[in-house]
C-alpha cells in the first residue's frame, strides 16, 4: 500500500505561485507514472501534469506553460509548481501514482482557491 501526502496547496491572487508537494511512503523511482490531477466543484476530475519513470512529461492545454511537474527522488516526492495562477485554476488538486503492476494510488487532495 503505497501512501501519497499532499501539501502546499492554499489561497492565493490571480497571477500568483504555489507549489504542491506530494510526498510517498515508496521509492518514487520505481513507479510508472506519477501524476497531479484535479477536480472542481460539479466537474470531473481531469489530468493536469504528469512524468513518466523515463521523464517524459505531459500537460493538459489549459496548464501548459505555467506549471511544471518534477520530482526530487531523495525525497521521494512531486511537485508541482503552478504560476501565473488564474481563477480558474481552482480545485482540489490530487497526487496519483501508477506501480509497475499498474495499481493505482491516490493522495487525500489539497486545495488551491486563486482568486480574483
Known amino acids: 500500500q503505497v501512501q501519497l501526502v499532499e501539501s502546499g496547496g492554499g489561497l492565493v491572487q490571480a497571477g500568483g505561485s504555489l507549489r504542491l508537494s506530494c510526498a510517498a511512503s515508496e521509492t518514487i523511482s520505481s513507479f510508472n507514472t506519477l501524476g497531479w490531477y484535479r477536480q472542481a466543484p460539479g466537474k470531473l476530475r481531469e489530468l493536469v501534469a504528469s512524468i513518466t519513470r523515463g521523464g517524459s512529461t505531459y500537460y493538459s492545454d489549459s496548464v501548459k506553460g505555467r506549471f511544471t511537474i518534477s520530482t526530487d527522488n531523495a525525497k521521494n516526492t512531486v511537485y508541482l509548481q503552478m504560476n501565473n495562477l488564474k481563477p480558474e485554476d481552482t480545485a482540489v488538486y490530487y497526487c496519483?501514482?501508477?506501480?509497475?503492476?499498474?495499481?493505482?494510488?491516490w493522495g487525500q487532495g489539497t486545495q488551491v482557491t486563486v482568486s480574483s
Open positions: 496519483n501514482v501508477i506501480t509497475p503492476r499498474l495499481i493505482v494510488y
